[in-house]
């Protein structure tokens, strides 16, 4: 059966569902997994995070889960209606727009209708691109030693990620989907988390000295960008390491990368790269390389917190910088290796994290 | 010389007046911004108690010009006037009044405010006070310019006139003195008039401020408050030297006599037992009372019970007038009101009476406002020191539905207090009568009565709550489910699902449903019961058919009604039981909407209500 078809199959089948519950007398609900920390647990098939069994009701006993579910409806209409039977597509952005003219079902803010969206994605087993939905953002840049085929709307297009491309790099499309690699001389993937830093490597020629692919993944990295480096870890089967600052919000940039998010775990066996390792800034590097640092504010230390109390985070390493960075109270930047100077990422502490890693 | 003598050379008597002009303090001329509040407040509440001895709905006009360094206030009223000869000592002499020596509710107690008025108006701007005063339509107005002669407390006249006035009656007063002028909202001429014209529905307010803005407290209601009337003092609380006095300067021969017509609430059988438990003869002259029997005679009446004191002599607003008063000064959702039953301090009858206002256009988040009353008379200045607002801070907010800071205090959220206090001697803490002292009787007499409203308030809230609940379910099965229906369908290219049962079960109702299966030559019906409620719901279910019905499932009378016959059965189900009941008929007969008996209409879905 056609993609198309299975999507508005199964979009049918939720309808249909929630029709029988009337005719049957059932009020109606749909049951969908809780998404908070305390409900992911570890998928030994997979190496990954995925939902656990607890479960949250929408019904329509209350007027939250009445409105829930008539948007719900809504949002099936629109995408069997609309986008599937004249294969047409809408962003996240769009849909939230598209909803103004559906009165008391209107979102409230874009946010709620991509939630309902991830709520769809889980309940019907497929992606949102699979309802013909694309992010706004086009994922993030790769530059490095990597040839690549992209097949774009325009015709097929070969590229190499230094030779063919601007400073910025090579734009990661948000269907990943249609990229083949050719070949490549790289050794690591390298995902870092500032524009600041991925510029200094560049032009300090790090991609060129140790073979590296880097890949800005501009803060929380979206979906394409996770399941490029995901692809980039499977079929060129090399290792992935991610750099990001030293602070609570950059341990969960990694988690998304390496665990799994919270929000999307539904969809951890295709995002999610077990292999990926973090390289730093580690709490213990800011005793180490003895770096500037700005105090933790009161929300970096509920993060923290927080993250104790995270599954994903119950290992002794995480545990172990943790609970340093809390007796330290101190946090750091990627861009705080320049106090050292310019050079000094690239030459030492770079060389000296990766030896210790083992790569 | 001996020292003593020269010294008692500088001995002198100091008048009243002098007295207060160097203590202006103590009569509320403390700062300038108080001055003018305390001058209007003054001349109205004199206003207002005039109008309500002489049965008149009071019309209180009030202007505040400004004239160079100085203010002008002007107060005019619609009452019965004062006669000429009584004008300079009404207004320019300390300590005369008429109130003062009667037991009986009123503004004015001592005869110092307004003469106290006049005398500052006299020290700041130098100039004298002017009276207009007219007591008949036929009579002409008469006009006095007065200052007073501090040294002797007597009134001096500069000027004595008359005019013509287009009023029938009333008098008028106008006052030059030193001030400021404020608007804030509570601590102000408006705002003191504000809370007059809440406690005075009956009286209409007109103010005129110094910029020419005008503001108008109508009238609400055209009842004037019931007449006070003049009683004796209450036995209770009498202290000795008090009675002592009584017994030496009385008129009555005999001390049974003495008693009955000294006192309010003693009677005849009243007074045997006190004569009785005291060993005193009720036909001895009470002139010839010792000491030590005038002390006897003063334990009995703490010992027998003697009845509470006559409410004539006060004159509360009423729950009525209260509740019209707050709701014409606030915008309110809702309104409580509570009086107590007239108890006593010190001999002197009190009552209280409150009002409690909530929602509408009240400050959600901030403490409660209270509004503070004496004899009619807002009190607007040192809230913390008054006995109504401690009274209100011990009272366990929290357990009506109010939120209070921890540790008690007044409650937070949209509320205004408001405590009226009625008495024929209000206990102030000072002579400028801005806090009322904490003696535990009008304490204990307050709690009770903002408990009373406190009681009604959660009552009132709990219902909005069952109430709200009930208009979300309404919500949901009215706007959503229908469309939630609407919208299936239309995916599903099929009829509109039956969302009954669930409407239903969502309200908590008794579901009815009738089903037919057509036979060969007669038609099996059932019908489905099913309570959803929460509790016990019996009631009667009628069929009423062309043909009798054969094959009943559950025992049945039926009677012929016309060419019908109306079948019932009696039927009680537990929360979530359900039952089914079935015949047959034969084929071809009529039926009309089953009909249930004995349950509310919104509490059942599926059929018709009788």
Not at chain 1, 148 to 174: L, W
Not at chain 2, 548 to 572: A, H, R
Request: charged letters at 25%; one cysteine or more.
């Amino acid at each position: 059966m056609a993609k198309i078809d299975v999507a508005q199959e199964k979009l049918m089948g939720l309808a249909r569902l929630l029709y029988d519950q009337f005719q049957n007398g059932i009020v109606p609900f749909i049951a969908l997994p809780s998404r908070t920390k305390n409900n992911i647990e570890y998928s030994v098939e997979d190496d990954v995070w995925i939902y656990g069994g607890q479960e949250t009701l929408r019904s329509v006993k209350t007027i939250r889960g009445a409105k829930t579910i008539l948007k719900t409806v809504h949002m099936a209409e629109l995408l069997i209606k609309e986008h599937l039977q004249n294969n047409r597509g809408s962003t996240l952005r769009e849909v939230y727009y598209i909803s103004e003219n559906w009165d008391v079902a209107k979102f409230n803010e874009q946010a709620e209708s991509d939630r309902l969206i991830e709520d769809l994605e889980i309940v019907t087993g497929l992606q949102r691109e699979d309802f013909h939905i694309r992010p706004e953002e086009d994922g993030a840049a790769i530059f490095g030693p990597l040839r690549i085929k992209e097949q774009t709307r325009r015709g097929e297009r070969e590229i190499h990620c230094q030779e063919d491309v601007g400073e910025a790099g090579y734009q990661i499309p948000f269907n990943v989907d249609n990229i083949q690699f050719l070949d490549h001389d790289a050794k690591i993937i390298m995902a870092i988390e500032t524009g600041g830093m991925y510029a200094r490597l560049i032009e300090n020629g790090f991609d060129d000295d140790f073979g590296a692919l880097l890949v800005h993944i501009k803060g929380q990295p979206a979906r394409s960008t996770r399941r490029m480096i995901k692809k980039l870890n499977e079929k060129l089967n090399l290792p992935v390491v991610v750099f990001t600052d030293g602070d609570p919000w950059s341990y969960r940039i990694f988690a998304s990368i390496a665990y799994g998010a919270i929000k999307s775990a539904h969809l951890s066996d295709q995002l999610v790269t077990p292999s990926a390792r973090f390289l730093g800034v580690q709490p213990s590097d800011i005793v180490d390389y003895e770096l500037s640092t700005d105090r933790l504010t009161d929300q970096d230390i509920h993060a923290l917190r927080s993250e104790l109390t995270d599954p994903r985070f119950k290992t002794p390493y995480w545990e172990k910088q943790i609970n340093l960075q809390l007796e330290l109270k101190r946090k750091a930047e990627q861009q705080a290796f320049a106090g050292k100077g310019l050079d000094y990422v690239t030459k030492t502490y770079l060389p000296e994290r990766l030896s210790e890693m083992d790569l | 010389m001996e020292i003593a003598e020269e010294l008692a050379k500088q001995q002198k008597a100091i008048s009243v007046a002098e007295f207060f002009e160097k203590n202006r303090q103590i009569l509320g001329f403390d700062s300038a911004p108080r001055a003018i509040i305390t001058c209007v407040k003054e001349a109205v509440d004199n206003s207002l108690d005039a109008c309500e001895e002489a049965g008149i709905l009071p019309d209180v006009f009030v202007q505040i010009k400004r004239i160079g360094d100085y203010y002008k206030i002007i107060v005019e009223d619609n009452g019965p006037g004062i006669v000429a000869e009584e004008i300079p000592r009404v207004f320019a002499k300390m300590l005369y009044g008429s109130r003062f020596h009667t037991l009986r509710q009123s503004r004015g107690q001592q005869g110092i405010g307004i003469s106290a008025a006049v005398l500052y108006a006299q020290l700041t701007s130098g100039k004298p006070a002017r009276v207009t005063s007219k007591i008949g339509p036929d009579r002409p107005a008469i006009n006095y310019e007065l200052i007073i002669n501090t040294a002797k407390n007597e009134p001096e006249i500069l000027h004595e006139g008359e005019s013509d006035w287009e009023r029938p009656r009333g008098t008028r007063i106008e006052l030059e003195l030193e001030g400021t002028y404020v608007r804030s909202r509570r601590q102000s001429v408006f705002g003191y008039l504000k809370n007059v014209a809440v406690v005075n529905p009956h009286a209409r307010i007109t103010l005129v401020e110094p910029d020419g803005n005008i503001e108008l407290f109508e009238r609400a209601t055209e009842t004037a408050p019931r007449k006070a009337y003049a009683i004796q003092p209450h036995p209770a609380g009498t202290e000795l030297g008090e009675l002592i006095r009584l017994l030496r300067y009385t008129e009555r021969k005999r001390l049974g006599v003495f008693l009955r017509e000294t006192f309010s609430s003693i009677g005849p059988i009243t007074t045997q037992e006190i004569c009785k438990l005291a060993n005193l003869g009720a036909e001895r002259a009470p002139q010839s009372l010792t000491h030590e029997e005038a002390k006897r005679l003063l334990s009995t009446f703490k010992q027998i019970k003697v009845k509470s004191p006559p409410v004539d002599c006060l004159s509360p607003i009423g729950e009525g007038l209260i509740k019209t008063g707050l709701e014409k000064e606030f915008k309110l959702d809702f309104v409580a009101t509570a009086i107590r039953p007239v108890s006593v301090f010190a001999g002197n009858p009190f009552l209280v009476e409150v009002g409690l206002g909530y929602g509408g256009e009240l400050d959600k988040e901030g403490r409660a406002d209270i509004l503070r009353f004496a004899n009619r008379v807002p009190l607007i200045y040192q809230q913390g020191a008054c006995a109504i607002t401690h009274a209100a801070e011990n009272v366990p907010w929290k357990n009506y539905s109010c939120a209070q800071p921890p540790g008690n205090g007044l409650p937070t959220g949209p509320v205004v207090l408001m405590v009226h206090i009625a008495s024929t001697n209000i206990p102030f803490t000072s002579e400028s009568k801005d806090a009322i002292a904490d003696l535990p009787e009008i304490i204990t007499e307050t709690e009770l009565a903002l408990k009373e409203v406190g009681r009604k308030l959660r009552r009132y809230l709990s219902r909005q709550s069952v109430l709200s609940e009930r208009r979300e379910k309404e919500e949901i099965i009215k706007k959503l489910l229908p469309r939630i229906a609407d919208k299936l369908s239309e995916i599903l290219g099929e009829d509109k699902p039956d969302i009954t049962l669930v409407v239903a079960k969502i309200m908590g109702n008794l579901f009815v449903k009738r089903l037919y299966d057509q036979k060969d030559g007669f038609v099996s019906v059932k019908i489905n019961l099913e309570n959803h409620g929460e509790i016990i719901r019996s009631f009667k279910l009628h069929e009423v058919l062309s043909q009798e019905p054969y094959s009943v499932s559950l025992e049945t009378k039926s009677m012929p009604i016309g060419d019908n016959y109306d079948c019932f059965w009696k039927i009680s189900l537990k929360p979530g039981e359900g039952q089914q009941i079935s015949y047959d008929v034969p084929s071809g007969t009529k039926f009309s909407e089953t009909v249930i008996e004995g349950l509310e209409s919104e509490v059942v879905t599926g059929a018709r209500v009788i």
